[in-house]
Protein backbone atom coordinates (compact mmCIF):
# COMPACT_ATOMS: atom_id res chain seq x y z
CA UNK A 1 0.00 0.00 0.00
CA UNK A 2 1.59 3.51 -1.11
CA UNK A 3 2.50 5.84 1.84
CA UNK A 4 -0.08 8.62 2.33
CA UNK A 5 2.25 12.42 2.51
CA UNK A 6 0.11 15.73 3.36
CA UNK A 7 0.87 18.30 0.50
CA UNK A 8 3.89 20.02 2.56
CA UNK A 9 5.31 16.93 3.52
CA UNK A 10 5.56 15.78 -0.09
CA UNK A 11 9.41 15.61 -1.28
CA UNK A 12 10.18 16.73 -4.70
CA UNK A 13 12.82 15.34 -7.10
CA UNK A 14 16.08 16.70 -7.12
CA UNK A 15 16.47 19.97 -8.78
CA UNK A 16 19.67 21.15 -10.69
CA UNK A 17 21.45 23.65 -9.38
CA UNK A 18 24.40 25.69 -10.90
CA UNK A 19 26.76 28.60 -10.15
CA UNK A 20 27.91 31.35 -12.75
CA UNK A 21 28.28 34.64 -13.42
CA UNK A 22 25.91 37.16 -14.17
CA UNK A 23 26.22 38.64 -17.52
CA UNK A 24 23.34 41.11 -18.07
CA UNK A 25 20.80 42.14 -15.21
CA UNK A 26 19.03 45.04 -17.47
CA UNK A 27 15.31 43.44 -17.44
CA UNK A 28 12.98 43.39 -14.76
CA UNK A 29 12.52 40.27 -12.55
CA UNK A 30 15.03 38.54 -15.38
CA UNK A 31 18.71 37.94 -15.52
CA UNK A 32 20.87 36.12 -17.93
CA UNK A 33 23.77 34.00 -16.11
CA UNK A 34 26.40 32.54 -18.10
CA UNK A 35 27.27 28.93 -16.74
CA UNK A 36 31.04 27.66 -17.72
CA UNK A 37 32.76 24.30 -17.68
CA UNK A 38 35.59 22.88 -18.64
CA UNK A 39 35.41 19.40 -21.06
CA UNK A 40 38.37 17.53 -22.54
CA UNK A 41 38.37 17.54 -26.28
CA UNK A 42 38.21 14.08 -27.92
CA UNK A 43 40.57 14.23 -30.32
CA UNK A 44 43.29 16.59 -28.78
CA UNK A 45 42.54 15.96 -25.49
CA UNK A 46 43.04 19.14 -24.33
CA UNK A 47 40.36 21.27 -21.46
CA UNK A 48 38.31 23.52 -23.02
CA UNK A 49 36.18 26.28 -21.86
CA UNK A 50 32.31 25.97 -23.12
CA UNK A 51 29.66 27.97 -21.52
CA UNK A 52 26.15 28.63 -21.55
CA UNK A 53 23.67 31.42 -20.71
CA UNK A 54 20.16 30.73 -18.76
CA UNK A 55 17.50 32.95 -18.40
CA UNK A 56 16.99 33.27 -14.63
CA UNK A 57 14.01 34.72 -12.54
CA UNK A 58 14.75 37.38 -9.76
CA UNK A 59 11.72 38.29 -7.77
CA UNK A 60 13.52 40.87 -5.68
CA UNK A 61 16.05 42.10 -8.35
CA UNK A 62 19.29 41.62 -5.98
CA UNK A 63 21.45 40.73 -8.05
CA UNK A 64 23.94 42.80 -10.40
CA UNK A 65 26.01 42.30 -13.67
CA UNK A 66 29.32 40.44 -12.38
CA UNK A 67 28.11 38.92 -9.50
CA UNK A 68 28.13 35.07 -8.86
CA UNK A 69 25.22 33.39 -8.24
CA UNK A 70 23.85 30.21 -7.31
CA UNK A 71 20.39 29.05 -9.62
CA UNK A 72 18.29 26.24 -9.37
CA UNK A 73 16.28 24.47 -12.49
CA UNK A 74 12.45 25.19 -12.25
CA UNK A 75 8.89 25.29 -14.05
CA UNK A 76 8.90 27.02 -17.08
CA UNK A 77 8.24 30.47 -16.10
CA UNK A 78 7.96 32.26 -19.76
CA UNK A 79 9.34 31.27 -23.59
CA UNK A 80 12.79 31.30 -22.29
CA UNK A 81 12.79 31.63 -18.08
CA UNK A 82 13.19 28.11 -16.56
CA UNK A 83 15.44 28.68 -13.78
CA UNK A 84 15.25 30.63 -10.59
CA UNK A 85 17.51 32.88 -8.25
CA UNK A 86 18.59 30.65 -5.11
CA UNK A 87 21.15 33.20 -3.61
CA UNK A 88 24.05 35.91 -4.71
CA UNK A 89 27.18 34.34 -3.67
CA UNK A 90 29.54 36.82 -4.36
CA UNK A 91 29.18 40.48 -5.24
CA UNK A 92 30.61 41.79 -7.91
CA UNK A 93 33.71 44.54 -7.02
Known amino acids: MAEQTTGTEQ ?3 RRAV ?3 QVVSAKM ?3 LV ?3 TRRVRHPMYARFINRSTKLFVHDEE ?3 HAGDTVKVMATRPLSKNKRWRLVEVVERAK
Request: proline letters at 0%; hydrophobic letters at 25%; charged letters at 40%.
Open 11 to 13: ERG
Open 18 to 20: RIG
Open 28 to 30: DKT
Open 33 to 35: VKI
Open 61 to 63: NTA
